[in-house]
């Protein structure tokens, strides 16, 4: 059988170049596209490294429609998986047009070059944020959406929107699928490619494994007296090859025609919530070190408890997560060795 052939925007960023390499193992080929914004040609390189694979690169930027077009005039996609976008939740309440431009823009650019050149399936990257501060947890597919609280939030949740609409005024022609993850974190087991995050990171894994290595003196924890079992936030920590692997199998999904809708979303965590002092004492276990941190007060905008039901995904799509908290964490290290070293 012919190889299917995915396009990868944001290919050389964390969750797209860990797509990139599961997607090739599961027999695809793959073309991979970024602008380079807040990513690494380094990355592509880890890439091609562990599928032994000298994956093609299209440095370009969704937003421009001719560059773009330039990608789907050379090659023929039987899929889209659309990661490129901006993800700083601080940086979007100082830059909201620039968010709403980049995460609209290209996604808006992306559905209309795929029905010109007849790219029938996209998988979309969407995020718990949609739920913002759930009421009844774990949270479902059918959990009310809230306002969020920053541009980033709601570029995501408009985004599903522009997606559910493009899907149905396709009227048949056109799948989609979009996948709420939850807190994706971890590296490729191979330590060639992992989170490569710029300047100050703002989310707790790479704050703990930067922290660990000296870079950062001591961890803030945001708050230890919220209404939680030991007073800080929970989160669902999604090992980031799990996270990788539920595209390939919805993008399996839809190119075999086994989609039951033509716009599905799914969960994508674990199901299991474990807080901020939780994951901290784990990281320190696993690796064996003790990690300098102190309590903070509490982080503006920050939802308290969040954690995904994932029956649908797990009973839909045949996914589930399979690696442990602990696995994860010391990939996490690794990565974290492996950078310091370069
Ligand atoms: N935290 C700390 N100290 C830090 C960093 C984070 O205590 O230095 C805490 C936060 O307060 C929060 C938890 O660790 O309780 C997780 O924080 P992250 O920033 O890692 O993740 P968030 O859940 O806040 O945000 C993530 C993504 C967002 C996305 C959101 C959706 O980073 O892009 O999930 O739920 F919008």
Redesign the pocket.
């Known amino acids: 059988m012919m190889k299917r052939c995915v396009l990868v925007t944001g290919g050389a960023g964390y969750i797209g170049s860990h797509t990139a390499v599961e997607l090739v193992e599961a027999g695809y080929d793959v073309v991979l596209v970024d602008n380079l914004s807040n990513s690494d040609e380094q990355t592509i390189e880890g890439v091609r490294r562990i599928t032994g694979i000298e994956i093609p690169f299209e440095q370009v930027d969704c937003c421009d429609r001719e560059a773009l077009e330039e990608v789907f005039k050379k090659y023929h996609f039987d899929a889209v998986i659309h990661f490129a976008a901006s ?1 700083a ?1 601080y940086e979007s309440i100082e830059k909201p047009l620039m968010y709403y431009r980049n995460n609209l823009g290209s996604l808006m650019t992306l559905l209309d070059l795929m029905r010109k050149y007849e790219c029938a399936n996209i998988v979309f990257s969407s ?3 949609v739920y913002g501060d759930a009421e009844h947890l774990p949270v479902t597919e059918q959990s009310p959406r809230q306002a969020a609280t920053s541009p ?2 709601n570029t995501k949740r408009m985004c599903e929107d522009i997606l559910h609409d493009t899907i149905i005024a396709a009227d048949g022609a056109m799948r989609a699928i979009a996948l709420r993850y ?2 994706p974190f971890g590296a490729h087991p191979s330590a060639l490619i992992g989170e490569l995050p710029r300047g100050v990171p ?4 790479p ?1 703990i494994t930067q922290t660990a290595a000296g870079i950062r003196e001591c ?5 230890d007296d919220y209404d939680t079992p030991d007073g ?2 929970i ?1 669902d920590y999604i090992d980031v090859v799990d996270l990788a692997r539920a595209h390939v199998v919805a993008i399996g999904r839809m190119i075999e025609g086994r989609n039951k809708q033509n716009y599905e979303i799914f969960n994508v965590g674990t199901g299991r919530g474990v807080s ?1 002092l939780e994951l901290v004492q784990a990281f320190e276990r696993v690796n064996n070190l003790k990690l300098n941190y102190r309590i903070a007060p509490r ?1 503006a905008g ?2 308290i408890v ?1 954690w995904a039901d994932t029956t649908l995904a797990n009973n839909e799509l045949g996914w589930k997560a399979t690696r442990t908290l602990d696995e994860t964490l010391a990939a996490a290290w690794k990565w974290q060795q492996v950078l310091m070293s370069r």
């Open positions: 993800k939740v995020s718990a944020v980033y939030g939850f807190n703002s989310n707790l894994v704050y961890l803030n924890i945001f708050g800080s936030c989160r901020v982080r920050d939802i969040s």
